[in-house]
């Protein structure tokens, strides 16, 4: 056979203007809850919040829609944040002891796709302080700050050290005012001589400034001793002379009172006077959880209410032999006592109150407390202080996320009996009350279209968020526990008051639904796939168990059918190792409005489902394991199909993956054989027969022919690989499988080990591509049948990641109901069709029926990489409104987009998107179908990204600044998670704000989707893999060369090779 090769003669300048109107890669905003994070801070004048993290990264937040991110140039925790009300400026402290000042700056006009569009309003830093050493001190342990107070002018930076001392700074020159300093001799001199007793105070703990006396601040000492200096005279007017170590200090509101918290447990309250210079007892003491010894207050708050008694409101103190170890905050008023039990650890937390100074009572709306795992708001205006539901920043790691699926331009009847199952979810837990963080505002138009994001979770859960927006809002909890026996019984509420167990002291309430224990891992979601059209969904799980479900509106108790399907369909030699499957439950478990089960399919051996397909129409499903693929009729309850997909050396397939060390160890051990067997491959032949010979000669020949100098030699892995038998990929088509003249319902699976079966079927009331109504007279006793039609064994056995079939026009098939409905063009049945496997290895286009190669893309052998994630998007122009193109869009494992034209394979653009190192990010990775998609950049955040010119969904907001908006020339954008590094050294948001003086464009936003549930690449981040390890084990050589390689072809035009 003749092969010839097209190559790109240079390049064409129409064609890379199209290109230019269809494709740019952009980071657009970070869904979820911040990665580790240190530090909180408000904004009361602009409602804005603050959190810092360990990382380095600041966030800032409004109402729903309004975010701004910036990044210090050292990857160094964020110990304190402090906001320049109304200004919208802040300082950040980090643990370098460093001092940075940062504010919202204009950037320059950017040009996206060819259209101009207004700069982004970013979070830049534009100074920096570093606290000198004393003279004659080596150890800058003294200067090492401890505490930040910015004075109500906005003028002066009081800043608390260790070695006791307070120094000036001015704001915003960052300018220190020796002058001022105020170190620890002045004030120990002022001391009496009792007191004094040689012991040093210790650090600065705490500064507050009077609420009634600017520029009076209360400076408090470790050591116990609270001092109320007056800078301007440089004169301590009162001594508070405590004897316990000092935690924390806050003003009540008047003036006359201050509280002190300390390490053993308890608070005082402390009358400040005039006329007496010395002060040695509290008004009050108070150990609230005592007697026994008792963990430290670590910070409190008192806020005055015009209905009497305050609210006082601290952390910690909790009995140490007892609650140790849990994490609490109390909130006291009057004989109201409630312990916020959290299951983590307190980081900070704040009051929405009165800030004006007219008024005389604080009257606290809000409690916002940031734990290490998420944030939780508490409604104080309502009785029983209940939570409010988070619009954003929800914890998305509540249980671990293990699958996601994203579903677009979703019905309005579908997205409206989501949201009202969600609600009725919520019913008494929470409050109604507004969400207390509502600064700037948010300009984004509402979206045309809904759209969904699905997240399955360790603990047997699939959450739906709202993915339409800039805020990732959660709509929706589905849990799949009570559908088996579990160690704990799910049935049990633990916000049942019912249920609760009373504890007389401390009165606990459990908050938060951050909760990262399961009760079985078996339970564990590992693949997810809906029916926007018919609200059918697939949930299969760790244990081999597949739930269909369906949409219903009451509350309903009824028993699950279980259907068992056998794949290894008795094969001798094969014992399952691993763990049992989930029992049913005996008694009719009750369902809560929402998403109930229709039926379960339980896989045997129960092994973790890998593959999932549902074509509602025709009410099928197809579900893969490791050992093999079956074929379900969930309206008949009837098994169709069941495939065995083992080699008879795959006895790793049969350890389960609960059971792994020993496998984890042979695996690796595995991998480094083959490596030694890649090298001298080429040294060491078999002494064979002459014909054998002559094969391999050829077969050589044939290799030195086909394999172009820019290329890579791919050696063929073993047909006895452990795990070969994997089921990777599963699809549904009405297509040509048979001959060319009749098309019909066909299913595709494709393997670990590089086998695709194709699969024709008889659906009763299918026919030329439509469905009739279902219930005909007899129709419900004639079953489904499955007819192999195709098996193709690819040549290198490269694990098969993905089968989409083409319409004789090239383009995807439609989604099921799609094309019956007249929700979509229909297919072109008249020209052939073609099927596009993608491998880890390379992409290929077969024709149908006959399977032959029409066209292919060695990625492996050009790039150096391998497949990881495919999908197929159509990608619309800016330029004109009605053109758009098909395109297959492919993530390697060195975490780079590559694009490609279909059915032709032509390389389009490449991006480099995920770090190569981020194994867990790029098999997390989630496409839509208009080009954008999600990655985990951390187990608690998604990073949301568009390939698309057109399609960007991006904070559009603005902000009113008591100053004037200043402008920045443009930098490149800087990711919080560190992806990428800016070259400038600044910290950019990824956010757009429109101030008052600067209006950014509406955007023009269309729909985002994934594909449809025919296209199972796009549902699931996956298991991380052994091939996924196995790309970090080359050696240094192979590394060099491979490097040299890819060096090379970067200066020369890609050529397509087509058989």
């Known amino acids: 056979m003749m092969k010839f090769r097209f190559r790109r003669q240079g390049t064409d300048p129409q064609r890379e203007k199209i290109k230019q109107e269809l494709f740019a890669f952009n980071k657009t905003v970070e869904h979820g809850f911040p990665h580790q994070p240190s530090a909180l801070a408000f904004d009361p004048k602009l409602q804005l919040m603050a959190i810092g993290t360990k990382s380095g990264a600041i966030k800032v937040y409004g109402a729903p829609g309004v975010e701004f991110t910036g990044l210090h140039a050292d990857t160094t925790a964020v110990t304190q944040i402090t906001f320049l009300p109304g200004q919208g400026r802040l300082l950040s402290l980090l643990d370098d002891n460093t001092i940075h000042l940062w504010e919202l700056v204009a950037g320059a006009p950017r040009e996206v796709g060819g259209v101009k569009r207004d700069g982004l309003v970013c979070l830049q830093e534009v100074d920096s302080y570093s606290l000198p050493g004393r003279p004659g001190i080596e150890s800058c342990s003294a200067t090492r700050v401890t505490v930040l107070l910015l004075l109500r002018s906005c003028e002066l930076l009081c800043i608390g050290t260790e070695g006791g001392g307070v120094y000036f700074l001015e704001v915003p020159r960052l300018s220190l005012k020796d002058n001022q300093t105020l170190l620890q001799d002045q004030v120990t001199q002022s001391l009496p001589d009792d007191y004094r007793c040689g012991k040093s105070l210790g650090p600065v703990e705490s500064l507050q400034e009077h609420p009634q006396h600017a520029g009076k601040i209360l400076i408090g000492y470790s050591r116990g001793l609270v001092v109320l200096w007056e800078p301007s005279t440089r004169h301590a007017e009162q001594l508070f002379l405590g004897k316990q170590q000092l935690e924390s200090l806050v003003w009540e509101r008047s003036g006359n009172l201050f509280v002190s918290s300390h390490n053993d447990g308890g608070y005082s309250v402390w009358a400040v006077t005039n006329g007496n210079t010395y002060n040695h007892q509290p008004v009050s003491s108070s150990i609230p959880y005592g007697p026994f010894p008792c963990k430290a207050i670590n910070k409190i708050l008192w806020r005055t209410t015009q209905a009497g008694s305050p609210v006082l409101l601290y952390s910690g103190g909790m009995p140490r032999a007892s609650y140790g170890d849990r994490h609490c905050l109390t909130i006291q008023q009057d004989k109201e006592h409630v312990t916020l039990d959290f299951t983590s650890r307190v980081i900070d937390f704040f009051t929405v109150h009165s800030i004006e100074q007219e008024n005389v009572f604080d009257e606290p709306s809000a409690l916002v407390v940031l734990l290490e795992e998420e944030l939780v708001v508490i409604d104080l205006q309502t009785p029983g202080w209940p939570s409010l539901p988070t619009p954003y920043l929800a914890p998305l790691h509540s249980s671990a996320i293990t699958c996601s699926f994203h579903v677009s331009s979703v019905p309005p009847k579908l997205w409206e009996r989501v949201v009202n199952a969600g609600k009725a979810q919520q019913g008494r837990q929470q409050a109604h009350g507004s969400w207390p963080i509502c600064g700037g505002k948010n300009l984004a138009p509402p979206p045309k279209q809904q759209e969904l994001l699905l997240t399955g979770h360790e603990d047997g859960t699939v959450r739906f968020w709202d993915a339409s927006g800039v805020a990732l809002t959660p709509l929706y909890k589905l849990s799949t526990a009570n559908v088996f026996h579990t160690d704990c019984d799910p049935c049990d509420d633990p916000h049942d008051p019912d249920m609760q167990q009373e504890e007389e002291w401390p009165p606990f309430r459990k908050v938060g639904c951050f909760d990262p224990y399961s009760d ?18 697939v949930v299969a799980g760790t244990a081999g168990q597949v739930i269909v479900m369906g949409l219903s509106e009451e509350r309903s108790d009824h028993m699950v059918d279980v259907s068992v399907v056998d794949l290894l369909q008795d094969r001798e030699g094969f014992t399952w190792k691993g763990h049992d499957r989930l029992e ?12 109930q089960p229709l039926v379960v399919v339980q896989c045997m051996p129960p092994a973790s489902v890998t593959a999932v397909a549902l074509h509602a129409e025709w009410n099928l499903i197809s579900f893969g394991t490791s050992h093999g693929f079956g074929l379900f009729d969930y309206h008949r309850r009837n098994a169709v199909l069941a495939r065995c997909t083992l080699h008879p050396n795959d006895s790793l397939a049969m350890e389960g993956p609960l059971s792994r060390v020993k496998s ?105 591509g439509r469905v009739s109504e279902r219930g005909g007279a007899g129709e419900s006793s004639v079953c489904v049948e499955a007819v192999l039609g195709k098996e193709i064994q690819l040549m290198h056995r490269a694990p098969v990641v993905s089968i989409s079939v083409l319409d004789g026009r090239g383009k995807p098939l439609p989604d099921p109901y799609e094309a019956s409905q007249d929700l979509a063009s229909a297919p072109d049945m008249t020209n052939a069709h073609s099927v596009l496997i993608a491998s880890e290895e390379q992409l290929k286009v077969f024709s149908l029926p006959k399977v032959s190669a029409k066209t292919k893309f060695k990625l492996t052998a050009h790039e150096g990489c391998r497949v990881r994630k495919v999908a197929l998007v159509v990608f619309s122009s800016t330029a004109q409104e009605d053109y758009s193109e098909h395109t297959l869009v492919c993530l390697t494992n060195l975490g780079d987009m590559h694009l490609f034209n279909i059915p032709g394979l032509r390389p389009q653009v490449r991006y480099d998107c995920i770090r190569k190192e981020d194994i867990s990010g790029i098999a997390s990775c989630v496409f839509t179908k208009n080009g954008q998609g999600f990655y985990l950049i951390s187990p608690s955040e998604y990073e949301r990204f568009s390939l698309s010119s057109k399609v960007l969904t991006e904070p559009l907001c603005c902000v009113q600044l008591d100053r004037p908006l200043e402008h920045t020339p443009a930098s490149d954008g800087t990711q919080a998670n560190g992806t990428h590094k800016n070259q ?25 989707s994934p594909l449809s549930c025919a296209d199972l690449t796009l549902d699931t981040t996956g298991e991380i893999t052994v091939e996924d390890v196995r790309d970090f084990l080359t050696t240094v050589d192979e590394a060099e060369n491979n490097l040299k390689n890819i060096k090379e072809e970067e200066g020369r035009s890609t050529g397509i090779l087509i058989n």
């Open 520 to 537: 079985d891992p078996r339970l564990g979601i590992q693949k997810i796939s809906l029916c926007k059209y018919s609200s059918k969904l």
């Open 584 to 595: 049913p439950r005996l008694k009719p478990p009750s369902f809560s409005p929402g998403f």
């Open 664 to 768: 984890l160890k042979k695996s690796l051990r595995q991998s480094f054989r083959r490596i030694r067997k890649s090298r001298v491959s080429g040294k060491k032949r078999p002494i064979t027969t002459p014909i054998s010979k002559v094969q391999e000669a050829n077969a050589a020949l044939a290799e030195q022919e086909d394999v172009a100098p820019i290329q890579r030699r791919i050696e063929p892995r073993s047909a006895d690989d452990s795990l070969s038998g994997v089921v990777r990929c599963l699809c549904f088509a009405d297509t040509f499988l048979r001959d060319g003249v009749h098309h019909g319902p066909t299913l595709w699976a494709g393997t670990n080990s590089g086998s695709v079966y194709a699969y024709a079927l008889e659906v009763p009331g299918v026919g030329s």
């Open 984 to 1008: 400038t050294g600044q910290a950019e948001g990824q956010t757009e704000e429109s101030p008052s003086s600067l209006s950014s464009p509406i955007l023009d936003t269309p729909l985002d």
